[in-house]
């Protein structure tokens, strides 16, 4: 049942499905949703690109898998691109950061920075300093391996500004759900668990991948076929014998 007593929540936050208009993603919601039930995630969150995506079936369809489901989108603002959890029809006309502060007033969006500082103009880089009271949380990012992390600019931003840091996958390739994601101590509802994250009350859970896994996570979400050959010469090249 949603709702009741405080437990320990696996949330996946930032996700993308076949839904999504912008990227060629091979699975769509419900299969997700499949999948997230047997990784035992409890809350989750689909964040398309530009277009927010929601309607009373798939929500009664991850109630059935006993997952919460957040409304969100990743919204590009002035070409920078922005995670709006607890989102609504109107964040798809967002344009500026002035906008996105003034609705911020008028409903409970929770912001968060997505890949802040990863390589390539959507990344938000300066403006999220610039921004940085606009935003409730920054992400620290599943993509990365030991010896590729981006992430570690946006982990001295979120100490720097006592900014919460949340673990999430941006999910292109499905089998690559689990590596990264936030456990959050909460009731089972959108409000506790938005509230939850603004209070620091999560742990995040992370692994980084090899550099072949690297290769097919990118090759996939732009959707390069020789990329994925690389990759797995890359694997066969680095399997122990």
Known sequence: MLGAVH?????????????????????????????AALFKFEVV??????????????KKYAEEKNILLIPGIEKKIE?????????????????????????????????L?????FPGRISLGKK???????????????????K????????????????????????????????TYTIIQSKKDTHSVLSALRKNAFEIKSKPFKAYQLIQIFATMIGINPLQKLAKKWKKRNMPN
């Open 7 to 35: 437990i320990k929540l696996k949330a996946a936050l930032h996700c993308h499905t076949g839904e999504d208009p912008q990227d060629p993603i091979p699975y769509t919601a419900r299969e997700f949703l499949d999948q």
């Open 45 to 58: 969150s689909f964040t398309c690109h530009d277009f927010f995506f929601w309607n009373e079936k798939i």
């Open 79 to 111: 070409g920078k691109h922005v995670v709006i959890l607890n989102a609504n029809k109107e964040t798809e006309n967002i344009k500026t950061f002035e906008q996105l502060a003034a609705l911020k007033k008028k409903f409970e969006y929770f912001v």
């Open 113 to 117: 920075a997505p890949h802040p500082f």
């Open 128 to 146: 999220l300093i610039q921004y940085i009271n606009l935003f409730d949380a920054i992400e620290f990012s599943y993509f990365y391996s030991k």
């Open 148 to 179: 590729i992390n981006a992430n570690k600019k946006a982990e001295k931003i979120a100490k720097k500004y006592n900014k919460p840091l949340i673990g999430t996958s941006d999910i292109h390739v499905l089998k690559y759900m689990n590596p």
